[in-house]
């Protein structure tokens, strides 16, 4: 039979094809070792929804948010992902033997105890979260003996002493957090991450109650997102933070901070998310405030904002910090809150110039003067409350061209006159406008004409101001998909 030109040629094909060695056998065999420092680990737990599914399978690698990398005929595990699993007992030191392992995520169960994990025998690890557990206890100083490390979250825990000075060594870290545990010695934790030179987020809140804040001290100089909140601090906004030129969130707020609000403050030119609210500074809101780059329109900088791909916290309440999931980047929006301090004297006149700020909350302060008419060029505003303060004037007729205004309090000031009548104040309830008598017009009913020239007195101004809570923010929502680690769930 003769052979056509076509046939000659799968003939060739095939015995190419059959000729060449397989590059992988059909399945591949979990490591022995891995396998076993998993079930010592699962041993400890109690109420753990990934029990059956590990039991299903003798292949480690298909388990349960188990993931290896295949090397010859082996596969190892690189990932051990179990977030918000119901988890219950004590860590396993086993886990120290899965010694290619790179990921570690245990975030939000209920592991109990202290992490006394020896992380030498993790050397690839670079990413731990530990978050949102009942760990106690002291930091492992071990952890600084993983080079690679870049995220490290241990926040929402029962951790006390400090944090191991030997975490100046970790030169990759990036993201560091300690939030709401019981940690003491602010200077040593600062003197100690200034050996992080890649250090870009640094979240210590809840911590270090009552301590200095330190007034000296260098480096610092990628930190992006700076949360010292809720400690009870004392001192005053330090000067060593001008050189932390790329600062963009900064959270100082319910502390017992002092002094004014610093003139250097325009200088952090990408700081677009300030929150110094609950502590007692003092003084005007200088002017210097309205220069802030990152909230001007020519200037302004992305609201979509990581951290070299580490995603960055999003403000659930006055005081807490949720962390989103790892291959999230968060929707942070533009936000001034200097709300229940001692600020006195005027807003200024140019505040409209930061017109790309979203939220601005300059509540329960002892301001004066009118509100400014420069306002009505925030027209990206969404939360506006400039409550419990001593401003007389009018509501400027031309904030009706905020119309992404969805939050709005002027109530207990000395103001006067009618409300403005656009869609946006229709729809905002009587606590907004209350305290202030001589306002007439949109939902509170009155007349304009029937009203009188009446304005409230100082006391009654004074004795509202602890009863009435800050506006909370809350549901910022997550958009665009960043994945730092590849697959997390």
């Not at 595990?77 to 119901?86: A, N, P």
């Not at 602010?186 to 330190?214: D, H, Y």
């Not at 050189?243 to 200088?267: A, F, Y």
């Not at 003084?283 to 580490?310: R, W």
């Amino acid at each position: 039979m003769m052979l056509t030109n076509n046939m000659v040629k799968w003939v060739i094909w095939a015995c190419l094809l059959c000729s060449l060695p397989c590059s992988e056998p059909l399945t591949q065999n979990s490591d022995l070792n891995d396998s076993l420092a998993l079930k010592q680990f699962l041993g400890n737990l109690t109420n753990a929804q990934i029990m059956t599914t590990w039991a299903d399978t003798k292949n480690c690698c298909n388990w349960e948010g188990v993931s290896c990398r295949t090397t010859a005929n082996t596969s190892r595990v690189i990932k051990l992902v179990l977030r918000s699993k119901g988890l219950q007992g004590v860590l396993s030191r086993s886990l120290t033997q899965l010694d290619r392992l790179e990921v570690l995520d245990l975030n939000n169960n209920s592991f109990s105890g202290p992490i006394n994990l020896d992380f030498t025998g993790l050397p690839n690890l670079y990413l731990l979260n530990l978050a949102s557990n009942h760990f106690s206890g002291d930091i492992p100083s071990s952890i600084s003996t993983c080079k690679k490390l870049v995220t490290l979250s241990i926040g929402r825990n029962d951790l006390t002493g400090e944090i191991p000075m030997s975490f100046g060594n970790l030169t990759s870290l990036s993201f560091f957090s300690s939030s709401n545990n019981s940690l003491v010695n602010l200077s040593v934790a600062f003197t100690t991450f200034q050996g992080c030179r890649n250090l870009s987020a640094l979240i210590l809140t809840t911590n270090f109650r009552g301590e200095e804040l330190p007034r000296n001290l260098s480096g610092f100089g990628n930190l992006k997102i700076l949360a010292l909140g809720k400690s009870d601090l004392h001192g005053e906004i330090p000067d060593w933070l001008l050189k932390c030129r790329m600062l963009e969130v900064l959270d100082l707020s319910w502390n017992h901070l002092t002094g004014n609000l610093p003139l250097w403050i325009e200088q952090l030119e990408y700081l677009f998310y300030l929150d110094l609210s609950d502590n007692l500074l003092s003084g005007q809101i200088p002017e210097s405030l309205t220069h802030l780059k990152s909230l001007m329109f020519t200037h302004s900088a992305s609201k979509n904002s990581s951290v070299d791909g580490i995603p960055l916290y999003v403000k659930r309440n006055q005081s807490d910090y949720g962390l989103l999931q790892y291959n999230r980047l968060s929707n942070f929006p533009p936000s001034i809150y200097l709300s229940k301090n001692l600020l006195s004297g005027t807003i200024p006149s140019d505040i409209g110039r930061l017109n790309q700020l979203h939220v601005l909350d300059l509540s329960m302060n002892y301001l004066t003067g009118t509100i400014p008419d420069s306002m009505s060029e925030m027209l990206n505003l969404e939360v506006l409350d400039l409550s419990l303060n001593n401003l007389h004037g009018s509501i400027p007729p031309s904030l009706n061209k905020l119309t992404f205004l969805s939050m709005f309090s002027v109530a207990y000031n000395q103001l006067q006159g009618p409300i403005p009548d656009g869609p946006q104040f229709q729809s905002f309830p009587n606590s907004s406008f209350e305290g202030s008598p001589g306002l007439c017009g949109g939902v509170q009913g009155i007349a304009c004409s029937l009203t009188r020239n009446s304005s409230l007195g100082p006391s009654i101004v004074s004795d509202s101001r602890n009863n009435f809570g800050r506006i909370s923010i809350l549901g910022l929502t997550v958009s665009v998909g960043i994945s730092i680690i590849s697959t997390l769930g």
